[in-house]
C-alpha cells in the first residue's frame, strides 16, 4: 500500500485521481474470481459495522475498502461510490497522518453503517484534536501551490453531511451520504 501513501501527498485532478482509481479496480477485477462480476446487487442491506485498526496506510486501505463495499452494497453507481469512497479515504489518512501522527500506540475507530435512508461513516482517532475552522481555505490564493490541505474540502464537497466531535484525547468525523429511495433511483 506504499503507493497509496504516494497518492496522498501530492494534489492530483478528479480526472487523475479517477484514473488511477480506474487502473485500481481493473487490477482487483482480475485477481476476483470471475463469478463475483456477474451476481446481481439486490436491496440495499442495512447494518452497521465497527472495528478498530492500527495507525498505518494499510489501515486506510482497509478502510477505503470497507467504505467501497458499503457503497456498493447501497446501490450507488460507480461516480457516486468513488467520491463517498473517495472521502473516507480522506477521514482515515488524515486521523492516521494529521491526528495519531503515525503512532504505534495509537488506533483509529471506525463505524460504518447503512440505515437504509444514509450512509454514516465514522472515524476517530486519539490524537491532540482538531479545529475544523482553524483549517486553511484550500481554494484562497496563498494556498493553491500547496501540496497538502485539500482533504476536508473534499470530505465536505463529497458527503452531505460533516460533523466533527472533540474526544478528548482525539477528534471524530462523522460524514453522511443520503441515499435517494429506489424510486428516485429508477428515473
Known amino acids: 500500500?506504499?503507493?497509496?501513501?504516494?497518492?496522498?501527498?501530492?494534489?492530483?485532478?478528479?480526472?487523475?485521481?479517477?484514473?488511477?482509481?480506474?487502473?485500481?479496480?481493473?487490477?482487483?477485477?482480475?485477481?476476483?474470481?470471475?463469478?463475483a462480476d456477474s451476481i446481481p446487487v439486490s436491496a440495499p442491506k442495512a447494518g452497521r459495522m465497527s472495528f478498530s485498526l492500527n495507525s498505518t496506510m494499510e489501515s486506510v486501505g482497509d478502510v477505503e475498502a470497507a467504505a467501497d463495499k458499503l457503497a456498493e452494497e447501497a446501490g450507488l453507481e460507480e461516480d457516486e461510490r468513488f467520491r463517498v469512497t473517495m472521502a473516507v479515504r480522506e477521514a482515515a489518512v488524515n486521523a492516521v497522518l494529521h491526528g495519531n501522527e503515525y503512532d504505534p500506540t495509537k488506533q483509529i475507530a471506525v463505524s460504518l453503517e447503512n440505515t437504509g435512508?444514509?450512509?454514516?461513516?465514522?472515524?476517530?482517532?486519539?490524537?491532540?484534536?482538531?479545529?475544523?475552522?482553524?483549517?486553511?481555505?484550500?481554494?484562497?490564493?496563498?494556498?493553491?501551490?500547496?501540496?497538502?490541505?485539500?482533504?476536508?474540502?473534499?470530505?465536505?464537497?463529497?458527503?452531505?453531511?460533516?460533523?466533527f466531535r472533540q474526544l478528548h484525547p482525539g477528534t471524530e468525523l462523522t460524514l453522511v451520504k443520503h441515499l435517494a429511495p429506489a424510486e428516485d433511483k429508477a428515473t
Open 1 to 35: 500500500m506504499e503507493e497509496d501513501h504516494f497518492l496522498t501527498q501530492f494534489p492530483a485532478s478528479y480526472e487523475t485521481a479517477s484514473k488511477v482509481l480506474e487502473a485500481r479496480r481493473a487490477i482487483q477485477r482480475q485477481s476476483a474470481p470471475e463469478e
Open 117 to 163: 435512508k444514509a450512509l454514516i461513516f465514522t472515524i476517530a482517532d486519539q490524537g491532540k484534536g482538531l479545529n475544523p475552522d482553524s483549517i486553511p481555505d484550500p481554494l484562497a490564493p496563498e494556498n493553491l501551490l500547496r501540496g497538502t490541505g485539500r482533504g476536508i474540502f473534499l470530505i465536505r464537497s463529497f458527503m452531505d453531511e460533516v460533523h
